[in-house]
């Protein structure tokens, strides 16, 4: 954690995680995640940004559990993060090119709803995304 946010062990100790180093916009959410971690309900898979000691905004992606001593009394949380900044930007890259595409492209969820639809599939067939994504391709 000290290599990806810049801050030492000394820096943070007995500072608020979430008012402190998390963006404004995510403060409630990341709370209620936490708030629920106490409550003994983990979290899987959460994404959120965090800022660095150097002021850059990373992206994390959280898994929060129940911290508890040998009793079973809760006594924190353990959370787990991981940076995922690269990896967004490389689907937001990926869905610039699908986008742009002089193909029409589109794809379906295992349900087969509609969850990819580029320009090139608007122009063809006619539909906007908004009118497409998330209905059944087929009926």
């Keep these: 954690a000290r ?5 030492s062990t000394e820096e943070v100790m007995g500072h608020s995680l979430v008012q402190e180093f998390i963006t404004n916009d995510y403060q409630a959410s990341v709370q209620a995640v936490l708030d629920r971690a106490l409550d003994g309900v983990e979290t ?10 150097a002021g850059a905004r990373i992206e994390v992606l959280l898994n929060a559990t129940t ?3 040998e009793h079973g009394k809760v ?3 353990v959370g787990i993060g991981q940076d995922i900044t690269g990896r967004i930007a490389q689907e937001r890259e990926y869905a610039k090119l699908i986008d ?5 492209i589109f794809g379906v969820d ?3 709803k509609v969850n990819v639809w580029n320009k090139c599939a608007r122009k063809l067939v ?3 995304p908004d009118e497409v994504m998330g209905k ?3 009926e």
């Design 3 to 7: 290599k990806l946010v810049g801050y």
């Design 44 to 53: 899987a898979n959460f994404e959120f940004p965090l800022i660095t000691k």
């Design 67 to 69: 911290r508890r001593n």
């Design 75 to 77: 006594i924190g949380v």
């Design 100 to 104: 742009t595409a002089n193909a029409p």
């Design 110 to 112: 295992t349900e087969g």
């Design 126 to 128: 006619g539909y906007t």
């Design 136 to 138: 059944y391709l087929v």
